[in-house]
């Protein structure tokens, strides 16, 4: 075989994987964390979430909501953005997002401690020493501590949790003084607290991927049309495309918990099969193959 069709069958290889691994993309949503360090100022809660987003997005393994959709539902559910929700609540907020797995969490530790050769300590984990100048050979180590829970939008159940604490130092005559800002991605990472954080972010992007083999993909039907048709979301940048073939349930009424009064779910039905004969970027088209009882809001899975 020549060079050239050596290159080209090893091309089309590699597209064919790369287009196998893409398939369908699951959606995600992340909630402000609480902040439980004392540093209401700083926006701890909200500035990890946000790095957190990001890095989902740039891994290009999700669907990542938008944070002005996921302020919008959280006030229209009369639910604070402080991150401390219930696993219920959670899954409710994904539910109207139309996500499979909502993260949630707590930032228990945030801080920094300086240690000088020869004697003086001094201890500002959680409590901070940002803004103070020191001098002489020190060691100055940040610290970020952290809970995540995944959450199930389609159970309620909390699929992972995990707790993450990372450290990161450096040594000097003069160690000098950190100015992070969340809002300045590429400046907070200089920072100690920036690159310890990002260790715990990249480490949850992981603990995401791990946790997205629990749940099932689910889409949902957008309307039906009169000419046995019908229009489905996600689409293409989700996934999507044409020829997929999907099976459509539909809900039957809620399981409530007559003791706690929580939705326990509800039971589906199968209503029929469609077949994907066009795909936008943000839904679908899809013919249906079988069944004649689809509305609105049903399920898409997977066949």
Known sequence: MSRKL?????????????????????????????????????????????????????????????????????????????????????????????????????????????????????????????????????????????????????????????????????KGVDVGTDDFNFSNDTRFDQTLAGKATRKAVNKIVDMITGAMDKVAWTGMVLKINADQTLMLKPGALGGVKVGDKFTVYSKGEEVIDPETGLSLGSEESQAGTIEVIDAKDQYAKAKILTGSGLKEKDLVREK
Not at 7 to 20: D, H, K, P, T, V
Not at 111 to 125: D, F, L, N, R
């Open 6 to 170: 050596t290159l080209l069958a090893l091309a089309l290889m590699m597209g064919f994987s790369i287009g196998l691994a893409q398939g369908l993309k699951k959606r995600v949503a992340v909630m402000d964390f609480e902040d439980k360090t004392g540093h209401g100022g700083w926006h701890i809660g909200s500035g990890m979430a946000d790095m957190l987003t990001t890095a989902l997005v740039k891994s290009g393994k999700f669907m990542v909501i938008e944070r002005q959709q996921l302020d919008k539902i959280m006030k229209e559910q009369s639910l604070g953005m402080s991150g401390a929700v219930t696993a219920q609540s959670a899954a409710q907020v994904g539910k109207l997002l139309g996500v499979e797995l909502m993260v949630t969490g707590s930032v228990n530790e945030f801080g920094e401690k300086s240690s000088k050769v020869g004697g003086s300590v001094g201890s500002s984990v959680s409590k901070g020493m940002f803004g103070l100048n020191k001098l002489g050979v020190e060691t100055k180590t940040a610290r970020v501590g952290l809970d995540v829970r995944l959450v199930n939008t389609t159970t309620g159940e909390i699929v992972a949790a995990e707790g993450f604490a990372e450290d990161e130092s450096k």
